[in-house]
């Protein structure tokens, strides 16, 4: 059972030339508790009035001058394609009549002169129709609402847990807490400028967090060692990149693929010197060039137990000599260009 005081707040429009017309459906409507109507002799305005008014209900003569019923029922199906119950009333009563304004977008008919209870009966059943729509409306947008907030709510969960999973594999050989978020800052900067799309270096922001996650089964003789590796424990230590894309691998999420990507081949050179697979140029994805840029210049500029920090200036004359050898020529340039950007986000998150 409908709430009667919400189908009397309804919201109706009158369409109609004739000021007597439009004098006899208000009276009608004001009889039968209905009060938020509005009404206008004027086809043309009928459009604005109701995108103004948000109308529950239309009320439309055909035959007007200037603009017709059928032109009026157009416009409003243009402007909102959740178009409210449209109820014709017009003296044209033939067949033809009926069909056209039923097939532009009427919900019902009514011949004038018409029939007062009968009028009144289909104005609340078109207006029970259009609550009840609206109410499904309202209550898919809620539901729509409650989703979203909820898969929101899991992905930054999801991202919180990949990022102290990163941070827990720096802080095993690194004293710094700020060190992944730099570079995965630094390398989201980069990949935009790179050409990524917004969506693709925000992954990479997220993803790039987890490049050494492997680091955590390297056993601590060799990764907290003081001094030089020999070759044996080198070789140990590189084994990290093959734990961390065990680590990432095997999921449906293009999140975790990307970070294994990037486990995979941030250390690799652009001369084919790097490691694990020797890749060269441009056979290294571009996330793993990406972040070895970042990677090594936040390296550089970060003091370490076992070095000072480098100057700006030193890291870049670096990462220069290195262009074509260690590094992408192409990023190089790139993040000298936006390295105003990259000194904002060090000073943001200095140690």
């Given amino acids: ?60 003569d ?41 097939d532009i977008g009427a919900r019902d008919f009514l011949a004038k002169p018409f029939d007062r209870v009968e009028l009144m009966t289909r104005i609340r059943n078109m207006l029970e129709v259009r609550i009840m ?3 499904v409306k309202n209550q898919n947008k809620i539901l729509d609402s409650m989703v979203k907030e909820r898969t929101q709510e899991l992905n930054n969960t999801r991202l919180e847990v990949i990022r102290r999973l990163g941070r827990a594999a720096e802080y095993r050989d690194d004293l710094t807490g700020f060190h992944i978020i730099r570079m995965s800052r630094y390398s989201q900067l980069l990949a935009l400028a790179a050409g990524m799309s917004e969506d693709e270096a925000e992954n990479v922001l997220n993803a790039s967090p987890m ?96 070095k000072k920090a480098w100057k700006v200036e030193d890291a870049i004359d670096f990462m220069e000599e290195q262009k074509g050898q260690h590094f992408d020529p192409k990023l190089v340039e790139l993040f000298i260009e936006i390295l105003p950007e990259i000194l904002k986000i060090r000073e943001q998150y200095a140690e």
């Avoid at 693929?257 to 290294?284: F, R, V």
Wanted: hydrophobic share 40%; aromatic share 4%.
């Fill in 211 to 306: 490049h050494d996650i492997g680091k955590i089964g390297i056993p601590d003789n060799v990764l907290l060692k003081a001094g030089k590796l020999d070759a044996e424990e080198w070789e140990l230590m590189k084994t990290h990149v093959d734990i961390g894309v065990e680590i990432l691998s095997g999921s449906d999420s293009v999140l975790m693929n990307m970070a294994a990507e990037i486990a995979q081949n941030h250390h690799e050179k652009w001369d084919g010197s790097g490691y694990p697979c020797g890749l060269k140029g441009e056979a290294i994805p571009l996330t793993g060039r990406v972040v070895a840029v970042a990677d090594v210049f936040d390296a550089l500029t970060t003091a370490r137990p076992y």
């Fill in 62 to 102: 055909l035959n007007m001058p200037v603009m017709d019923g059928y032109q009026v029922l157009a416009k409003i199906r243009e402007v909102d394609p959740d178009y409210p119950p449209i109820i014709v009333l017009t003296a044209q009563s033939d067949r033809e009549s009926r069909i056209k304004a039923l």
């Fill in 1 to 60: 059972m409908f709430d009667d005081s919400k189908i009397k707040e309804a919201k109706i429009l009158i369409v109609d030339d004739q000021p007597a017309n439009v004098t006899l459906i208000e009276k009608i409507l004001d009889i039968d508790g209905y009060h938020n109507v509005i009404s206008t002799t004027d086809p043309t305005q009928a459009e604005a009035i109701y995108v103004e008014q948000s109308s529950d209900l239309v009320l439309l």
């Fill in 133 to 135: 729509a609206k109410a």
